[in-house]
């Protein structure tokens, strides 16, 4: 094992590691083993093993929640951030801990974008794994179906790679999990199929929140005009106090916000901006351009530093188009305890791989978040989303985004009982002593009996 694999509670390394994007839960982990290979992560989980403690793993800690504790060993990743372009492949072989933004800076020279989320930070793993949806997933689909191979490291300490045509039943299992269904083992590197923009562009705009209304009602109106080049997301967000990016005027308080992008070219936004002229004038408008990586990822304006963030995600049918204004509402109050409300439209007909979730469930997609500082503004927080959740509930499809849960352990209502079965079966064929943290999805089905995986070998 490598002499500096792992660094103690008392190291700076250890502190930057236990220290995510997501802050909501204590991290405080026995060590935490500083990967830089696929054997550095099999020589940390058989350490865990010998030291009888639990395994988690992190690389950016966007999807952070769940409490880690001294019974654990922090596997972090970030350090496995390799990207290998194969330009005639279309293909791109990732470190487990690499960022779209990475990826797409390198792919984008040969004309080339993965199928990335709407923040720069988020690391590739996490979100294919959850299920991964961004700008381009009307035109394209979801991460997860994009998804071809994964290393990854099983509960015994064993290199292992997924793919559809694997001779271990339980690898081709586990490919299955990783589309989607939070993924098995330890991942330490994935092949992904990237796509070829014909002409990308992108844009936002922003409006008082007086203007939610018109504005909610023009989107609401143009949907049904634009075709699925075209993907839009509108939100309230509560901005920054001091924010420089935003004019005095919309600085601390609660602004509409609307960003749209396309790899098809200037006349995909063409019915959304007509329609939008019977809306207020934007008070920022960051124009319909054409658009490199480095624009496509500012668009949603996520916030760069870390925060506590406790949220929800569901997936609506085409009511929530109607109810859109009643829905964003929810944070058009200075005082709302719920920082952002958004809608992201991401209704597309691309054919999808099989996997736990490879395809999107429903056209809209309902995230709310708030900033839980404490227990008073998670509580608060919390009767927020319920609220919420009311207004939406004669769109709501049953079906959570669980990667959208944000700062939560468990969100049981992102795949069904059958599917949640399956992934129980896999993730214990993988590590049959239980040392791995489950991730989000896979929590969900510690309750439901495992479908049995054996393997072929």
Same mark, same amino acid.
């Given at each position: %094992?490598?002499?500096?694999?792992?660094?103690?509670?008392?190291?700076?390394?250890?502190?930057?590691?236990?220290?995510?994007?997501?802050?909501?839960?204590?991290?405080?982990?026995?060590?935490?083993?500083?990967?830089?290979?696929?054997?550095?992560?099999?020589?940390?989980?058989?350490?865990?093993?010998?030291?009888?403690?639990?395994?988690?793993?992190?690389?950016?800690?966007?999807?952070?929640?769940?409490?880690?504790?001294?019974?654990?060993?922090?596997?972090?990743?970030?350090?496995?951030?390799?990207?290998?372009?194969?330009?005639?492949?279309?293909?791109?072989?990732?470190?487990?801990?690499?960022?779209?933004?990475?990826?797409?800076?390198?792919?984008?020279?040969?004309?080339?974008?993965?199928?990335?989320?709407?923040?720069?930070?988020?690391?590739?793993?996490?979100?294919?794994? +959850?299920?991964?949806?961004?700008?381009? *997933?009307?035109?394209?689909?979801?991460?997860?179906?994009?998804?071809?191979?994964?290393?990854?490291?099983?509960?015994?300490?064993? *290199?292992?790679?997924?793919?559809?045509?694997?001779?271990?039943?339980?690898?081709?299992?586990?490919?299955?999990?990783?589309?989607?269904?939070?993924?098995?083992?330890?991942?330490?590197?994935?092949?992904?199929?990237?796509?070829?923009?014909?002409?990308?562009?992108?844009?936002?705009?922003?409006?008082?929140?007086?203007?939610?209304?018109?504005?909610?009602?023009?989107?609401?109106?143009? %949907?049904?005009?634009?075709?699925?080049?075209?993907?839009?997301?509108?939100?309230?967000?509560?901005?920054?106090?001091?924010?420089?990016?935003?004019?005095?005027?919309?600085? +601390?308080?609660?602004?509409?916000?609307?960003?749209?992008?396309?790899?098809?070219?200037?006349?995909?936004?063409?019915?959304?901006?007509?329609?939008?002229?019977?809306?207020?004038?934007?008070?920022?408008?960051?124009?319909?351009?054409?658009?490199?990586?480095?624009?496509?990822?500012?668009?949603?304006?996520?916030?760069?530093?870390?925060?506590?963030?406790?949220? %929800?995600?569901?997936?609506?049918?085409?009511?929530?188009?109607? *109810?859109?204004?009643?829905?964003?509402?929810?944070?058009?109050?200075?005082?709302?305890?719920?920082? %952002?409300?958004?809608?992201?439209?991401?209704?597309?007909?691309?054919?999808?791989?099989?996997?736990?979730?490879?395809?999107?469930?429903?056209?809209?997609?309902?995230?709310?978040? +708030?900033?839980?500082?404490?227990?008073?503004?998670?509580?608060?927080?919390?009767?927020?989303?319920?609220?919420?959740?009311?207004?939406?509930?004669?769109?709501?499809?049953?079906?959570?985004?669980?990667?959208?849960?944000?700062?939560?352990?468990?969100?049981?209502?992102?795949?069904?009982?059958?599917?949640?079965?399956?992934?129980?079966?896999?993730?214990?064929?993988?590590?049959?002593?239980?040392?791995?943290?489950?991730?989000?999805?896979?929590?969900?089905?510690?309750?439901?009996?495992?479908?049995?995986?054996?393997?072929?070998?």
């Amino acid at each position: %094992m490598r002499d500096d694999l792992l660094s103690s509670p008392d190291s700076a390394a250890y502190r930057a590691a236990t220290t995510p994007h997501n802050a909501t839960a204590v991290q405080r982990p026995a060590v935490v083993a500083h990967a830089r290979s696929a054997d550095d992560v099999a020589d940390a989980v058989r350490w865990a093993a010998q030291h009888d403690l639990q395994i988690a793993v992190q690389a950016s800690g966007h999807g952070a929640g769940a409490t880690i504790g001294a019974d654990h060993l922090l596997v972090d990743t970030s350090e496995l951030n390799s990207v290998d372009v194969d330009v005639a492949g279309r293909l791109v072989r990732v470190g487990a801990g690499a960022t779209w933004s990475a990826v797409n800076a390198v792919a984008e020279r040969d004309g080339l974008l993965g199928l990335a989320g709407s923040s720069p930070t988020v690391g590739v793993a996490g979100y294919t794994f +959850g299920g991964g949806v961004g700008y381009l *997933t009307r035109p394209h689909g979801m991460a997860s179906s994009a998804l071809l191979a994964v290393d990854y490291v099983d509960g015994n300490g064993q *290199t292992r790679r997924a793919t559809e045509d694997a001779d271990d039943v339980i690898d081709r299992e586990a490919l299955w999990a990783f589309r989607g269904g939070g993924g098995v083992g330890v991942a330490t590197a994935l092949t992904v199929e990237l796509v070829e923009p014909r002409e990308l562009w992108a844009g936002y705009q922003l409006w008082s929140v007086d203007a939610l209304e018109s504005v909610a009602e023009a989107w609401a109106n143009a %949907m049904a005009q634009i075709g699925d080049a075209l993907s839009t997301t509108l939100s309230v967000l509560h901005t920054p106090p001091g924010a420089p990016m935003f004019p005095p005027a919309l600085r +601390g308080v609660p602004v509409v916000h609307l960003s749209f992008a396309s790899p098809e070219g200037a006349e995909a936004a063409r019915p959304l901006l007509e329609v939008l002229r019977a809306a207020p004038q934007p008070a920022v408008d960051s124009s319909w351009a054409p658009a490199d990586a480095a624009r496509l990822a500012q668009i949603h304006l996520d916030p760069p530093n870390p925060v506590a963030a406790l949220g %929800m995600g569901r997936w609506l049918g085409q009511d929530g188009f109607g *109810t859109a204004g009643a829905m964003l509402s929810a944070a058009a109050a200075s005082d709302s305890p719920l920082a %952002m409300v958004e809608l992201r439209n991401l209704d597309n007909a691309a054919p999808a791989r099989d996997g736990a979730l490879t395809a999107v469930p429903g056209p809209l997609l309902l995230h709310a978040v +708030g900033n839980a500082a404490d227990d008073s503004a998670r509580t608060r927080i919390e009767d927020g989303l319920a609220g919420l959740r009311d207004t939406a509930a004669t769109a709501d499809l049953g079906r959570s985004a669980a990667p959208f849960a944000d700062g939560r352990a468990t969100d049981p209502g992102g795949l069904n009982q059958s599917q949640l079965s399956r992934l129980g079966g896999i993730a214990a064929a993988v590590d049959p002593d239980r040392r791995l943290a489950p991730t989000r999805i896979l929590a969900s089905a510690t309750d439901i009996p495992p479908q049995h995986v054996s393997s072929d070998e």
